[in-house]
């Protein structure tokens, strides 16, 4: 299998980003398709290059395994790793957040979940939204990356 081009699929310098959970996780466990594609990303994020956004819902979903079989301290780094960038923007759910969300999700049979993730990226102006379902490219409001296109 090939690996993503290093850039390929990035977005332009400065351009505001939205992330979906999956986009950390193979970040974080260093998954042997996307891990390059991934740490590039994050790496420009880090920079300042491009500064991104995603639900907190991201770090509801990131926690789960830890804590799930009490590894309490791999469930405190990845909370420590992932909320000390500082252009990435953690964004809680709120009432006009989720109504968004609701619409997003009726119009076009999302997850919950994703919902939560598109509202998000498209209430804070992202211009491009990073996740891996398919299902994304429904979405007519905002244009979505999906990572496995990109190998």
Not at 17 to 36: K, M
Not at 70 to 86: D, G, M, R, V
Not at 90 to 102: E, G, I, K, M, Q
């Amino acid at each position: 299998m090939v690996e993503a081009s290093a850039t390929q699929g990035f977005p332009d310098e400065h351009q505001r980003i939205g992330l979906d959970t999956n986009v950390f996780i193979y970040f974080l466990e260093d998954h042997p398709r996307y891990r390059a594609w991934c740490a590039s990303l994050f790496d420009r994020i880090e920079r300042g290059r491009n500064p991104a956004v995603t639900s907190t819902v991201t770090l509801l979903e990131l926690l789960v395994q830890p804590y799930r079989e009490h590894k309490e301290e791999l469930a405190q780094k990845i909370f420590a790793l992932t909320t000390t960038y500082p252009t990435l923007e953690w964004v809680p759910l709120s009432v006009t957040l989720a109504d968004r969300a609701a619409d997003l999700r009726a119009r076009y049979r999302l997850s919950t979940p994703d919902a939560i993730q598109l509202a998000t990226a498209i209430g804070r102006k992202a211009a491009r939204f990073y996740g891996n379902d398919r299902n994304l490219r429904r979405v007519q409001e905002i244009e979505c990356v999906i990572i496995g296109d990109l190998t």
